[in-house]
């Protein structure tokens, strides 16, 4: 460790990009339970989609011939047909559902600004509400690095869940904003105005990949902000989400960088990640069992790698503005926030080297 000039306090070494990612990596390791119950609270939010398509699938299928056929294998033939003929969520039982054709057809979907059918829509609002729900929890118990009761992770879940909820009608029009004008603007406007007249078909792609890396960019930055807000709500324990916003406008602005550095490393691992899946993913001759058992997997180290992402911002806030125990696992107590545990434990601390140095009376 070394001291930051001016003050007796060591800087912790978490605070470069490499030793955040790792540290965060580390906490949502020694995690497990958080992982798996996010896991479980996935495939539940999923249950309900997956019962209605079971229940179309059998309505059309009955005992047919086709239904035989569909137990052995992917029939894109019928799947075209089902896909044509069934309404609402039926819709979306086409071939991109297979393996990793699902994560493309999602991102594709994400970029291109495509609208959702509206029971996919409502199962996504489910989960993002779920998720909204779960975040104070997890930033709580990642920032306090240190097992905490389920009491307690529901109680710091139904506190910051409404705080939330406040920060994304806040940060809500921004993100309006970007798909809403800066979409058709980069990818309408720019684009057609541009490839009007070009006959190279790699200069149109490689403008077109520029205006996704330019698209992209700015929803990072949007999403960076947002994600330091929660950081500074949850281990400050910020009640006003307007000052959790300009507080963390202004950790971002004195750091620049390393933020964004440490956003991208997190985005590399993610892609990685997702690299694997493109190899592991399974066709559609493969076994129920065995494609079920790899999709939970791979949902599984995405999910890791998303708890990772929030863990090495929450460890790279903490070793940039606070003590070096801080960031330490403190005594197993529940007080308001993972700030006011930290202080009090470095209190206690001090008490007790300060009774240590004490002389004691001699004995008669």
Known sequence: MTSNPGTSEPRNPGTTIVGS?????????????????LLVA??????PAATVMRSLIESQLGSSLEAGRA????NAGWAV???Q??????????????????TMAIANAFVENLALNPAVAATAAAYVTVWMFLSG??????????????AAFFSACGVYFFRFVRLGVVIGPAYWALFRWLHPYLFHTVYDRFTRDMTDERSAIALRSGLYALFLGALMIVSLVADYAKVRAVVEDRRSMIGALAASLRFIRRRPIRAIGLYLLNAVALLLIVRVWFDAA????????????????????????????????????QGELAHAGYTAAPVPIWPESPAAEAIGNLSRLRQNDGDKERPRPARG
Not at 21 to 37: D, K, S
Not at 42 to 47: E, N, S, V
Not at 71 to 74: A, I, P, S, V
Not at 88 to 97: A, P, S, V
């Open 71 to 74: 137990l052995g294998g992917w």
């Open 282 to 317: 399974p066709a559609a001759s493969e076994s129920v069992w065995w494609a079920l058992l790899v999709t939970q997997v791979y949902l599984l180290f995405r999910l890791w790698a998303k708890l990772a992402f929030m863990a090495s911002e929450v460890v790279f806030f």
């Open 21 to 37: 990612f790792l540290e965060g990596w580390r906490r949502v390791i020694r995690a497990p339970f958080l992982a798996g119950g």
């Open 81 to 83: 047909e089902f896909s």
């Open 42 to 47: 996935t495939l539940l939010c999923a249950l």
């Open 85 to 102: 003929q069934t309404p609402g969520l039926g819709r979306t039982f086409t071939h991109e559902i297979l393996g990793f054709g699902g």
């Open 137 to 150: 929890g997890i930033l709580d118990r990642l920032a306090r690095g240190r097992p905490v009761r389920t």
